[in-house]
């Protein structure tokens, strides 16, 4: 059986605003084996690029974790399982860009635009490998350019970012983030604005990548036919909880939430172009004063009294697929 890389348990994650705290992130638990791509799924303000922010200790100033634990590679490295911050910072410098990378949404953002390409990769493969030489570190950066298809790499690492496509752009960020061979992708809605070929170039490269140096990998989206394309398993969340989770089979065939059926029948599917795209009224919850039962509960056509009471649990529907909804629970009927 593949190994455990990541086991994220009871995650919460809060943000201290002016108008209050954002309970951004809510009891969220879930795992990724070694070699699986996991899809995270959800609109925006969902949570799920805080819980990556939250993994990666990249939360912004007034963002905590405020309970769980994150296990990597059978080390708990949330920020309370060390003595101080100095030793967490320490743990998670020598892990990030290492063992866990992540490719963020805007590579413009994250690259410097006063840097070559070639500078911002060898001080990423310096920082990990500070004894290798000056000839090797520049073969290293234009081998990393070429495996992830830049043409042309011994003309590239040279330029800057501004003189570069969108899509090569992101090449770029992708060569950053998987140089040093690590265990575990995080790519945060990597597709977005980029055109659709290189959509699936993009695509290509993270599953190519994930295979040949057997890295796991979580793709946060809100775009379903990444998912289907890309991933072995996914997890849907909605108002900062995981409200399903199964393979891929599981929640496009037999999805169980209603928030996940409202998901599917809002987009195209291939196998029934006659389909109406229906859309889900109403809007996500006020994460300030978050329900206390079922984030979905007000838009949702099958709610009772009790979802408004309480968040249901997770049911199990077999050994890879969860959902939380009380349509599924036994205690519902008598509470209606
Ligand atoms: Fe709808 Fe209730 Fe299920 Fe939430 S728990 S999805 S409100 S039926």
């Known amino acids: 059986m593949e190994k455990t890389i990541l086991e994220v348990k009871n995650l919460s994650v809060d943000f201290a605003t002016d108008q209050g705290t954002v309970r951004a992130v809510r009891d969220v638990s879930f795992h990724v084996k070694e070699g699986e791509i996991l899809g995270i799924v959800g609109e925006s303000g969902s949570g799920k ?8 200790g990249l939360l912004a100033a007034n963002g905590h974790v405020t309970g769980g634990d994150i296990i990597f590679n059978e080390e708990n490295i949330a920020r309370k399982a060390f003595a101080n911050e100095r030793a967490y910072e320490e743990k998670m410098c020598a892990i990030r860009g290492k063992e866990i990378s992540m490719i963020f949404q805007n590579p413009m953002s994250f690259l410097n635009p006063v840097l070559t390409v ?5 001080e990423v493969i310096k920082n990990h490998n500070p004894k290798l030489g000056k000839a090797e570190l520049g073969r290293r950066t234009v081998e990393q350019l070429h495996l992830v298809g830049i043409p042309s790499p011994e003309t590239v690492v040279r330029q800057y970012p501004y003189a570069l496509s969108g899509g090569m752009r992101q090449r770029v960020v992708m ?8 265990k575990l992708i995080i790519a945060d809605e990597p597709t977005t604005s980029l055109d659709v070929t290189t959509q699936a170039q993009v695509l290509d490269i993270i599953r190519e990548m994930s295979r040949q140096i057997h890295a796991s990998a979580i793709v946060v989206t809100h775009d379903l036919g990444i998912v289907a394309s890309l991933c072995d398993r996914v997890i849907i969340m909605y108002g900062g909880k995981l409200v399903e989770t199964g393979n891929i089979r599981e929640i496009f065939y037999a999805p169980d939430h209603p928030y996940t059926k409202g998901l599917l029948n809002s987009v195209n599917n291939p196998e029934n172009d006659d389909r109406e795209l229906m859309t889900i009224p109403g809007s996500p919850p006020d994460m300030l004063n978050p329900p206390a039962g079922c984030p979905f509960v007000d838009r949702c056509n099958k709610a009772m009294r009790i979802c408004k009471k309480k968040m249901p649990l997770l049911a199990v529907l077999s050994e890879t697929h969860s959902s939380s909804c009380w349509l599924r629970q036994k205690e519902a009927k008598q509470h209606g």
């Not at 805080?50 to 990666?56: F, K, L, S």
């Not at 060569?175 to 690590?182: D, E, F, G, H, S």
Request: proline share 5%.
């Open 49 to 56: 690029s805080v819980g990556m922010h939250a993994i990666m």
């Open 118 to 122: 070639g500078s911002q990769l060898r």
């Open 175 to 182: 060569a950053i983030a998987l140089v040093n061979r690590p």
